[in-house]
């Protein structure tokens, strides 16, 4: 069993940065495909962004593209999401995920573990 950990959520106030951090415990980081999720009030969890299991590279939905950085650090076996220009709109529960599988994967069927998820809350 992988339990993975966020930290990094918090409020802060639009046009302001966070960075999230997610930490999987059990097996050797390198093994899975990351992904960042997040659930806004209301609405049904969607998919934000992914990385490579070799940190190459990534992919993002477009309403985040430019302003969202997914990162890894695999010496450090952590997952980041640095978070810019942060807007009222991503106001959500952000969650990571870890999967077996390789390449881009936006689907939330499609990954193995989930984090317990951190709010990020933006004011206006």
């Known amino acids: 069993q992988v339990e993975l950990v966020e930290s990094g959520g918090g409020l802060v106030q639009a046009g302001g940065s966070l960075t999230l951090s997610c930490s999987p415990s059990?097996?050797?980081?390198?093994?899975?495909?990351m992904g960042w999720f997040r659930r806004a009030p209301g609405k049904e969890r969607e998919f934000v962004a992914d990385?490579?299991?070799?940190?190459?590279?990534?992919y993002y939905t477009d309403s985040v593209k430019g302003r969202f950085t997914i990162s890894r650090g695999n010496a450090k076996n952590t997952l980041y999401l640095q978070m810019n220009t942060l807007k009222p709109e991503d106001t959500a529960v952000y969650y990571c995920?870890?999967?077996?599988?390789?390449?881009?994967?936006?689907?939330?069927?499609?990954?193995?573990?989930w984090g317990q998820g951190t709010q990020v809350t933006v004011s206006e």
């Open positions: 995920a870890a999967t077996y599988g390789n390449g881009h994967l936006s689907r939330e069927s499609g990954y193995h573990y």
């Open positions: 059990g097996r050797t980081f390198t093994t899975y495909h």
């Open positions: 990385i490579t299991k070799d940190g190459l590279t990534t």
